[in-house]
C-alpha cells in the first residue's frame, strides 16, 4: 500500500469567531494505518480560520489552496494561499517554489496568491486542480473595488495560475501568480454578509484542467442565476486565451445546486460526470418546503476539450 494523506479541520471556537485549525492525517506503507501526522497542518492561531480544498496530483503530492475568514461573518473572508506536501506522507510541505514550510503554516508564513481584503464578496474555500505537469489552477471568486452601503457590486469567477511571461490575462501578483478574470458572468452582481447558511446567485465553481503550459484547457463548471440557474461549463483554451462563451449543459434548473464531480473518473478517462440534484437553499439554516428531487450522474465527455451542447443529460445512476 503506498502512502495516503488527508487534511482535516477542527474546531475551537465559538459561534462568533470560526475554527482556527487543520490537521493532516495519512497511511504508511508499512502499517497501512491512519496516523495523525499534524495536529496543526494550517494555523489560523486562534484569530482566522482556513477553508481549503485539496487535490493529488500524478506523484502522490497533495496539494492544498485556501481563504482565510477572521469571524464568522462571511465577510471577513480574505485573501487565497497555497501549500503542497513534497510526497505522499503529508509530513513535510512547501511552497511552490519549493521552499519549505515550518509547521504549522500560519498567515503569516504562507505563500500569498492573491491579496484580497475583507469586504470583498470572496467565498469561503477555493477549486483546486492540477494540470498534465502538476501544475495547480485554482478558481474562486470576488469582486473588485471598496464595500459601499446599499451598492450591490458585480461578481466574477477568477483563475489563479502560473504562466510563463506574455501568458497573464489580467497581471501577475506579487508572487508572480496570474489572476485570469474570466469576465463571463455579466449580470451577477450581490454582497455576502452574515452568518450561517446563504441562497447565493452563484455556486462556487468546479476547476478542471488539461494540457500543460501555453497549451492548458481550464474548464469552469458553475450554475448561476442570471444562466436560470442550469448546470453550465465554460471553456479556456490556452493560457491568456479568452474564454469561449459558457454552454449549459441541463435545461432546467438545479436552483441552488453547487457543482461535484467524479475526480478519479475524470482523471483516468477525462469524462466529468457531475452529480446533480435540484436543490434549494435557504438562508441562516431555515428550512424549505421542497419535494423529493430526482439525483443523477451527469456524464459529459471533455477528452477532445471541445464541449458542445448536450441536448439532454446523460443519465447514468438512479433516483
Known amino acids: 500500500m ?12 465559538s459561534a462568533a469567531q470560526a475554527p482556527a485549525t487543520s490537521c493532516s492525517t495519512g497511511t504508511t506503507p508499512r502499517t497501512g494505518r491512519w496516523t495523525r501526522v499534524h495536529d496543526r ?23 492544498l489552496a485556501w481563504t482565510w475568514r477572521r469571524t464568522g461573518d462571511v465577510r471577513t473572508n480574505h485573501d487565497v494561499s497555497y501549500a503542497r506536501s513534497i510526497d ?18 500560519t498567515r503569516a508564513d504562507a505563500e500569498l496568491l492573491a491579496a484580497v481584503p475583507e469586504n470583498s464578496n470572496l467565498i469561503n474555500q477555493t477549486s483546486i486542480a492540477v494540470d498534465e505537469e502538476d501544475q495547480p489552477v485554482i478558481a474562486t471568486y470576488w469582486s473588485d473595488g471598496q464595500a459601499r452601503s446599499g451598492v450591490k457590486r458585480p461578481v466574477q469567477y477568477r483563475i489563479i495560475e502560473q504562466a510563463p511571461e506574455g501568458h497573464c490575462n489580467d497581471g501577475r501578483t506579487p508572487a508572480g501568480w496570474c489572476i485570469d478574470d474570466t469576465g463571463f458572468l455579466s449580470r451577477t452582481s450581490f454582497e455576502l454578509g452574515g452568518f450561517g447558511t446563504l441562497a447565493i446567485p452563484i455556486s462556487r465553481p468546479q476547476v478542471l484542467a488539461q494540457g500543460s503550459g501555453a497549451n492548458r484547457v481550464v474548464h469552469l463548471v458553475f450554475r448561476a442565476q442570471e444562466r436560470g440557474q442550469k448546470v453550465s461549463i465554460a471553456t479556456r483554451r490556452g493560457l491568456g486565451a479568452a474564454w469561449d462563451p459558457p454552454i449549459d449543459l441541463t435545461h432546467d434548473s438545479v436552483e441552488d445546486w ?24 435557504v438562508n441562516n439554516e431555515g428550512i424549505a418546503s421542497t419535494a423529493p428531487q430526482r439525483v443523477y450522474v451527469l456524464s459529459y465527455p471533455l477528452a477532445s476539450a471541445r464541449p458542445t451542447t448536450i441536448e439532454e443529460p446523460q443519465l447514468d445512476g438512479t433516483e
Open 2 to 13: 503506498g502512502s495516503r494523506t488527508a487534511a482535516c479541520s477542527s474546531s475551537t471556537a
Open 88 to 105: 505522499g506522507s503529508g509530513v513535510e510541505w512547501e511552497r511552490s517554489d519549493g521552499r519549505r514550510y515550518a509547521m504549522p503554516v
Open 41 to 63: 497542518l494550517l494555523d489560523g492561531e486562534g484569530q482566522r480560520n482556513p477553508y481549503w480544498q485539496a487535490t493529488v496530483d500524478s506523484k502522490g503530492r497533495l496539494h
Open 258 to 281: 453547487e457543482p461535484s464531480y467524479d475526480t478519479e473518473q475524470w482523471r483516468r478517462t477525462r469524462v466529468l460526470d457531475l452529480y446533480v440534484q435540484r436543490v434549494n437553499q
